[in-house]
């Protein structure tokens, strides 16, 4: 039934916003940049000895800022790469990548279109829930004495199965720009996104979460 909607052409396949955790390139990314600060860290610290040594005050400053660098690197990046990775990993074990597709994926105000979800799960389990959401994400930033990102979610529609059974899930459901809502919107400091959010829970196992961007026109359904 997944080759199936992915062989259609009556839909539109939806890209998913990260990614993950399907995408090894981007797990493996951070993993090596934490790498590289955990080689840093040291290195910067056997400098410093060393410029201490000889008296070399630049060399002092440089490596103790090299020191630094590396092991904010090293802490900050390994502390999300090394969770998610094992996060990454046992979703990947219970389930397989879905498939998400839309009747249309460039949308005016007012106007309605059908989602459809189709996911093979790989392990036996109950699935508790499969929901799947439209909803408006807005980002800002702030350019000050530090810059700030501010992001905002609401969900406009929602629908939710509890009644599905593996191996195979799958799902159909109808949504509707809202008449008052805001298009679509991507400039340097401000975004307007829409998204397809679908989300699976199991009753006991990881679970799958991702978003699905979509268009919405500056325009409305006469």
Same mark, same amino acid.
């Given at each position: 039934?997944?080759?199936?909607?992915?062989?259609?052409?009556?839909? @539109?396949?939806?890209?998913?916003?990260?990614?993950?955790?399907?995408?090894?390139? +981007?797990?493996?990314?951070?993993?090596?940049?934490?790498?590289?600060?955990?080689?840093?860290?040291?290195?910067?610290?056997?400098?410093?000895?060393?410029?201490?040594?000889?008296?070399?005050?630049?060399? &002092?400053?440089?490596?103790?800022?090299?020191? !630094?660098?590396?092991?904010?690197?090293?802490?900050?990046?390994?502390?999300?790469?090394?969770?998610?990775?094992?996060?990454?990993?046992?979703?990947?074990?219970?389930?397989?990548?879905?498939?998400?597709?839309?009747?249309?994926? +460039?949308?005016?105000?007012?106007?309605?279109?059908?989602? %459809?979800?189709?996911?093979?799960?790989?392990?036996?389990?109950?699935?508790?829930?499969?929901?799947?959401?439209?909803?408006?994400?807005? %980002?800002?930033?702030?350019?000050?004495?530090?810059?700030? &990102?501010?992001?905002?979610?609401?969900?406009?529609?929602? !629908?939710?199965?509890? %009644?599905?059974?593996?191996? @195979?899930?799958?799902?159909?459901?109808? !949504?509707? @720009?809202?008449?008052?809502?805001?298009?679509? !919107?991507?400039? +340097? +400091?401000?975004?307007?996104?829409?998204?397809?959010?679908?989300?699976?829970?199991?009753?006991?196992?990881?679970?799958?979460?991702?978003?699905?961007?979509?268009?919405?026109?500056?325009?409305?359904?006469?």
């Amino acid at each position: 039934m997944q080759v199936g909607l992915a062989a259609r052409e009556d839909v @539109i396949k939806l890209n998913p916003v990260s990614g993950e955790p399907f995408s090894a390139a +981007k797990a493996l990314g951070r993993l090596l940049v934490g790498v590289v600060g955990a080689f840093l860290a040291p290195l910067g610290i056997w400098m410093l000895s060393d410029s201490l040594n000889r008296g070399d005050w630049f060399g &002092v400053a440089f490596s103790a800022v090299l020191a !630094f660098y590396g092991l904010f690197l090293a802490v900050s990046v390994l502390a999300v790469a090394i969770p998610s990775a094992i996060h990454g990993a046992a979703t990947r074990r219970a389930f397989a990548e879905p498939v998400v597709a839309a009747s249309q994926d +460039k949308l005016r105000v007012g106007e309605e279109f059908e989602v %459809t979800y189709q996911q093979r799960l790989r392990r036996e389990g109950v699935v508790r829930s499969v929901a799947v959401r439209l909803s408006l994400r807005e %980002t800002a930033v702030y350019n000050g004495y530090n810059v700030e &990102v501010h992001t905002h979610r609401e969900t406009a529609q929602e !629908f939710e199965w509890r %009644t599905l059974q593996g191996p @195979i899930l799958s799902g159909q459901a109808t !949504f509707r @720009i809202p008449d008052d809502a805001m298009h679509s !919107f991507r400039g +340097k +400091k401000n975004r307007l996104e829409w998204l397809v959010l679908v989300q699976v829970d199991l009753a006991s196992g990881p679970r799958f979460k991702e978003e699905y961007e979509i268009t919405v026109l500056p325009e409305r359904v006469p």
